[in-house]
């Protein structure tokens, strides 16, 4: 190749290059961006781990599954009663959201039932008698999210056991976006009418949607908008703001002023217990 030619060519390349150069920024600037997201969708997680705020230094078998106190015994509460709860994930995966299980229980009736999807061997959704709806799960307390007595409870007991037959994914579980334990609480709290619970935004899979794009928020009065779990907005009257960014949540919660953020989930005011004052 003749050094006139070769000059040529090297012009044409530089020129471009130089041509290139506004697209490229645009590239790096938006995977930037990304990582700049990721990396403060990860830090509540990541300070969860490193503070050693959730269970999974020994076995799990050791782990504490005492009752917490928050189920009445039938001699305290004969009447019905319908129970959401939440507690810690086991393990890591406690480091980015909670496992959710919903019990009922008929008036007078010595038992529970207890109905949450597990991961454990396989994947399956188990609906199992207890008297011990409360327990922790697996070293971590549970909180009560919903709290249904008497005669709305006894209403809603029967559809609860329907939806739960009829749940469509019962042999599913993917810890991230879904769907998972907190799939199935949310689809089944929207499908029981009277039946609310504000889920919390360490709640992951929550926001993957089974049937469609659009769903009312578990909350009540409100919508979730979501593609796949991995992106998603809900906008309701208890959950507030949530944005679901990479099936991570965070939000703002403006009627019980708290700041909601991935893996360590609400900072503020404590959320109302659906269902408290009603029956």
Known sequence: ????????????????????????????????????????????????????RVEGHDHWSTA?????GLAPSPAEAPEAMVHVYAAR????????????????????????????????????????????PDRAWYGSEPVLLADYRGEAAAAMIGAVETAVAVYPAP?????????NSNTFTAWLVREVDGLEATLPVTAVGKDYLLDGPLAQAPGGLGF??????LLGLTLGRDEGLELNLLGLSLGIDPRRPALKLPGIGRLGMAQDIKGRGKG
Request: hydrophobic share 50%; aromatic share 10%.
């Open 224 to 229: 979730t908008a979501s593609l796949g779990g």
């Open 64 to 68: 504490d599954r005492t009752s917490v």
């Open 1 to 52: 190749m003749r050094e006139d030619e070769f000059a040529v060519q090297m012009r044409v390349i530089v020129r471009d290059f130089k041509g290139s150069l506004p697209v490229v920024r645009r590239i790096l600037r938006v995977i930037s961006g990304l990582a700049v997201v990721i990396a403060l969708l990860l830090a509540g997680p990541v300070w969860m781990l490193a503070t050693e």
């Open 171 to 179: 042999s599913a579980y993917r810890a991230w976006p879904g769907p």
């Open 89 to 132: 994930a086991w393990g890591w995966r406690g480091a980015f959201g909670v496992h959710t299980w919903i019990a009922t229980r008929e008036a007078g009736a010595e038992a529970w039932r207890m109905h949450h999807v597990l991961s454990w061997r396989r994947p399956s959704l188990v609906s199992q008698s207890t008297t011990t």
